[in-house]
């Protein structure tokens, strides 16, 4: 076998070589993700004496963490919130397009993806701050559906507050959603590439319905793409500052607000530490629990 | 014939139509705040804030690289990208080399390490990193802020990488070898075509995430030094010109271009 041989053959002369590829670009991950890993973890235990003086003592501080918790539940809560709606709009909105490209695309497949990743050649930040101008209470969002009296009903929804679309839930929800949704296109859209389509046939041929077809053979098939994309548009989204900023009140600040805040702003650094902590510790045990539900834990 | 159909003839007729509503509706939200971006870089605002339309003007893009702090910002960007994206270009493939071309031991660890980073929310890393900073007493400059793009590419790349050269025929370099290439020839004839696309596009790719990066940056760049996202950033709280809009109207315009030729250059190197 071809890989048995190779297998041999890199045996007899790799040695050192593997780790000498390896080591210039793992001693840096190894001191700039892990070692600071390691100082967080000790600052979120420090305390820090003086306002004014930056640093920081380290002691055991548990509280730093029940505190954090207990003062910011309500942004830990509304991150995830807004972060879990956002990924179910991505699915429903991406998992679509996605569909359609892979299945539909033909001879545009490329032109299809490319427009697909050209909005976001432009800079996050504008992106975010042009949906705040269409989204403003003198915007062209708010006439249009004023004009077409649909407002009302978007109060009635709760999309829209008092007539407004910007400073809501929904706009922070829905910059999220659209600050991420080539994340959740892409993996599904390389996922359902990879499926033989002729199997929706033997599927039918078999007795099934088009319905059936789809939910027991592409769907299944599908769900790495819909796994990596969820975690792609989730974790970034959880973390995120700036469409809450941008979108919405300081009603909808999210735990990346705080821990900005505090870190930046306040020079709180044990309670920003122990913030992040938290924020890491919820998303990895999250994603281990969602490998389980999904059976995909072969992520790479 | 059965077998012609297009699949999702399989959904039916409604369930197609709705599909392809929705497919449609999708990317007219993609293009949603583009069309607002390109409109209001010919706004001629009122206030400092270009944000409300007030009539057309072709002003804003009569010269687009005014010499200020947008432009200084753009330039300083484009700098740390390029560093990034190559460092990071040479460190991941490297990584990516030894996962496929080698077995050791710890492969499992080398593959965790290089995920982690891809789970972490920005703002965990861009914190921790200065908290690291901090506690070795290094100030904050372009140079902490080049480490840590460096490190976010680095994984990227090194994943991007692999899963480009994975399926790769490496029995060729026995065969050149077998025919008396030295190590040094077979590498640059044969190992350096194959594995050279898939580094070029992890190399772009390296270079628009270091580009775009806000988070990150905004946690370790030193108090004068403004990334293009750190001026937009700091710029949205007094003032929105509408040289913004342009800018960003132009960096739109070379990513098409380059995405167009790219794809053409890539028609004719498959026709060759």
């Known amino acids: ?300 | 014939m059965a077998t012609d159909r297009p699949p999702e003839a399989a959904l039916g007729r409604v369930g197609r139509w709705s599909l392809t509503a929705v497919a449609a509706a999708g990317f007219v939200f993609l293009f949603i705040p583009i069309a607002g971006i390109i409109a209001f870089s010919f706004n001629d605002p009122a206030g400092k804030f270009n944000i409300v339309w007030k009539g057309f003007t072709l002003d804003n893009w009569r010269d687009p690289f005014t010499p200020g702090p947008l432009t200084d910002a753009m330039i300083l960007s484009l700098k740390v990208a390029a560093i990034s994206a190559l460092a990071a270009t040479i460190l991941g493939s490297l990584i990516a080399l030894a996962l496929v071309r080698y077995r050791f031991k710890g492969g499992v660890i080398v593959n965790l390490l290089l995920v982690l980073p891809l789970t972490t929310p920005e703002i965990v890393m861009g914190s921790s990193l200065a908290t690291l900073f901090f506690d070795i007493g290094v100030d904050r400059s372009i140079r902490t802020v080049i480490i840590a793009h460096v490190l976010f590419c680095t994984s990227f790349v090194a994943l991007t990488v692999k899963a480009r050269i994975r399926g790769f025929d490496w029995s060729l370099e026995d065969a050149a070898m077998d025919l008396g290439a030295t190590p040094w020839r077979t590498f640059s004839r044969i190992t350096l075509p194959l594995i050279t696309p898939g580094i070029l596009a992890a190399a772009l790719l390296s270079f628009a995430l270091s580009i775009d990066d806000f988070i990150i940056t905004l946690f370790n760049a030193g108090p004068t030094d403004e990334t293009f996202p750190l001026r937009i950033y700091s710029a949205s709280r007094t003032e929105l010109p509408a040289q913004i809009n342009v800018l960003a109207t132009i960096v739109l315009l070379v990513s098409v271009a380059v995405l167009i030729l790219g794809t053409l250059f890539k028609r004719r190197l498959d026709d060759a």
């Open chain 1, 1 to 300: 076998m071809a890989a048995d041989d190779e297998g041999d053959r890199t045996k007899r002369r790799a040695g050192f070589v593997p780790y000498a590829l390896l080591s210039p670009g793992m001693i840096w991950l190894i001191l700039f993700f892990l070692v600071p890993l390691a100082t967080l973890l000790k600052t979120s235990l420090s305390a820090k004496p003086s306002r004014f003086v930056p640093d920081v003592e380290f002691g055991w501080e548990f509280s730093n963490y029940t505190d954090s918790l207990s003062t910011y539940s309500e942004q830990f809560i509304r991150s995830f919130v807004y972060a879990g709606a956002a990924t179910l709009l991505c699915v429903a909105i991406g998992y679509p397009v996605a569909y359609v490209i892979a299945t539909r695309g033909g001879r545009f497949k490329n032109v299809l993806l490319g427009l697909v990743v050209v909005p976001f050649f432009t800079s996050f930040l504008i992106r975010t701050l042009s949906w705040q101008s269409v989204l403003s209470d003198n915007g062209p969002a708010v006439f249009l559906l004023e004009r077409l009296h649909l407002m009302g009903l978007l109060d009635a929804a709760g999309i829209a507050e008092n007539g407004r679309l910007l400073a809501t839930h929904a706009a922070v929800i829905g910059g999220l959603t659209y600050n991420f949704l080539p994340f959740m296109i892409l993996p599904i859209y390389v996922s359902l590439e990879k499926i033989d389509l002729r199997l929706t046939e033997a599927a039918k041929d078999l007795y099934s319905n088009g319905w059936q077809a789809f939910r027991k053979v592409v769907l299944p098939l599908s769900l790495p793409g819909v796994f990596a994309g969820s975690l792609l548009t989730f974790i970034p989204a959880a973390g995120d500052f700036i469409n809450a900023a941008f979108l919405g009140s300081p009603n909808n600040s999210m735990i990346g607000s705080v821990v900005q805040n505090r870190f930046l702003e306040q020079g709180d650094t044990p309670t920003a530490a122990a913030l992040s902590f938290i924020l890491m510790a919820i998303i990895t045990v999250g994603t281990l629990i969602y490998a389980r539900l999904l059976g995909t834990e072969d992520l790479v």
